[in-house]
Each structure stands twice: as structure tokens, then as C-alpha cells.
């Protein structure tokens, strides 16, 4: 059974069937929010960034919400691939144990490991990952505001509550609860508009990088919020997937169009180059729940999506990809879900694989309409 499947926007299938695919058409790379199901992905971004976009030396912008993020900040390592399997080691062993009555871990007991995790995951680090010469870094994060602004045991659920109802309205009024902050390797334009929502954005150093790293990976009420990271405005900062769970931005936009790497500079079609876990690409968290939000829109026009077939994932264990849920479906048996978990992760390396024979020998008839 075939695990691949790629879709592809209008303009990004006519430049495949003009040219080819090459890495030197890639201008842009978004990791998505999801959690674990992102550990479906590990070998196609051991292949891609280890092997296909190294073959270039044009510089590619790296867009990250949540797991995306912290995906998108390894594959600035200077050894990729060894941080990849890393990455996903650590994440399938992660564990938290509970104490006797607990049934599930706390908030501020889950923050403070994890940002261990990440201080010893990128230790001594960083500077590779701010310095890379070509890979230019954006980490998507959620800032409250107003009720927001703050995290607390009351205004934090109403504030979410009130977000919800707006966004359920009209997504960019969301922008008055929650703005887009997105930290950048500096001196780097963002490759998307931002006129659809609320943004700021903010340079990344050696002082915020870990802080707004685990600011976007923050799932209100799993983990605490990261308050007044340094450089950014003050508050409380959550998970990039909240306000950009699938990171459904205008890449289709002159912004692209003119970045470093595009088609005037270095021969390529700014083309957007997406591994992601399923066909949809939803705007935001607090968009799951709304269909009609998931189709694609003209700011995918030029976006080749990687994703696992739905029939080929029934074939994983529990017939699914790896998911939170199997936190509770495992409980405490923390080797059930690794085995689990380890072992979708193997049968991912035939998305790799599949990737890899297409590009050598691409096959218009396999690309579907994103």
C-alpha cells in the first residue's frame, strides 16, 4: 500500500509540470501544531533537510507553531538528521509520573520538565541554530491580551471562552484576545502577509530563543503560560497553534514573492514545501471544530503538501497516528505507548522513501488538488 500522498495549489503544480521539482524552488517550510502526531514526520525531515534542501545554498525560511516549531528550530542543528532522531526519541520517553491520587500531571509540573527537556536539548546550542547560514527560523506564538494578558485561575478560562465565541464569528476578531508574536532570526522579513490577523514580530536571541521555543509549544491548561519573554511585549504567551494551528498563511503573496530565495535571486519559484500529517490545513486551534475553515484557500496557491494516506495510516497501531489521547489510553504504562509510538514511527520511513523515488522520477498523475 502506498503511504505518500502530495497535493499541490494551481501554481505550484504548474511550475512541476513546466520544471520539475528542484530544492532550490523551496523558499519556505511550515511545521505544523499537533503534537504527537508530528512524530509521523521524523523520517521525511531527516531526508529533506538532511539530504534534499542540503544540496542547495539559497536561504529557506522555517515557519514552526508547537511541535512544528520545535521540528523547524532542529533542522537548523548543524547536524540535522542526529537531531531528529533525538527529537523524536525524547519525545516518544517522555513521561510524567503522578503522584498517588493524581490523575493527570500539573500544569506547572509539566512546564518545568519540559523546559528541561528543551535547555537540555538545545544546550551550548543555540548559537547554531540563530547563526545557521542559510535556514532563516520563525517561531509562532499565541500572546493574551487584555483578560489574557495574564494567567490566572478564573479570566484564563473566561478569556479562552470569550476567544472561542469570537473566533467562531470571525477569525480575525480573535485578534482581540490573542495576537500572532512570531520570533525570528533577526534581520529576516516574515515570508507570509500578515493582514489576515493581528502580528508582531520579534527578533530571536540567545536570551528568548528557549523561552519563546516553549512559549510555543504551551497548550493552555497542559502546560503553563511563559510570561514576558524578553524582547517581545509583555504578558502571557501560549502555544503557536492557537491562533495558527496548521499555519494556513498568505505564503501565496508578494511578501514570498520578494524574500531571499525566490525566484529573482536564486533561481528559484519561492515554492512552499509542507510535510504535514493530513490533507487539511486548519487556520486555528479554535478551529477544529469548523469545517468549513479547513478548505484551502488562494494562500496555498503555491504550497506542495506531503501527507500519510488516511488508508495507510488504518494500518498503524490503534489504526491512527500517534495522538495526546494515548497519554490517557496508556496511562502509566509508559512502554505500551512507546512501543506504539515507536513503532508508527518506523513504518514512517516510507514516506521518506515514496518522497524520495518521486522526486527522482516525478509522476504528475500522483498530484492530487490541495
Known sequence: ?????????????????????????????????????GLILGALDRFIFGDWLAQTTH????????????????????????????????????????????????????????????KEFYGGRVHEVLQHPRYKLHIVTSRGRHMLGREHKLATPLGYFGAFLTNSLHRKAMGAWLERVVFSTPDTQLPFATSDYRTRQVDLSEDNFKLALQASCSIPFVLRSVHNVPGGPPGAYWD????????????ANEVLAGAEGAEGTAG?????????????????????GLKWRHKATHFLDNMVLLAPDPEWIKKLPNAKLPDRT????????????????SA???ASAQLAEEWQAWLARPDLGQLSAL
Not at 520545535?70 to 523524536?88: K, Q, V
Not at 519559484?269 to 477544529?288: E, I, R, T
Open 59 to 118: 536561504p529557506v525560511h522555517l515557519v514552526g507553531a508547537s511541535i512544528g516549531a520545535w521540528r523547524m528550530a532542529t533542522a537548523c542543528l548543524n547536524d540535522p538528521a542526529a537531531g531528529f532522531t533525538r527529537l523524536e526519541h525524547d519525545y516518544i520517553h517522555q513521561h510524567y509520573e503522578l503522584q498517588p491520587g493524581q490523575k493527570r500531571p500539573t500544569a506547572d509540573f509539566v512546564s518545568e520538565q519540559f523546559g528541561q527537556s528543551l
Open 1 to 37: 500500500m502506498k503511504a505518500l500522498r502530495i497535493y499541490a495549489g494551481p501554481k505550484a503544480r504548474r511550475h512541476i509540470e513546466q520544471n520539475g521539482l528542484r530544492p532550490a524552488d523551496i523558499g519556505v517550510v511550515p511545521g505544523a501544531a499537533g503534537g504527537p502526531k
Open 326 to 341: 494515548d497519554f490517557v489510553r496508556y496511562g502509566p504504562d509508559l512502554q505500551a505507548r512507546v512501543k506504539a509510538w
Open 268 to 288: 528559484g519559484a519561492g515554492l512552499v514545501l509542507y510535510p504535514h500529517f493530513q490533507k487539511s490545513v486548519v487556520p486555528g486551534w479554535l478551529d477544529k
Open 240 to 251: 503557536g497553534g492557537i491562533t495558527d494551528y496548521h499555519l494556513h498563511l498568505n505564503y
Open 344 to 346: 508508527a514511527t518506523a
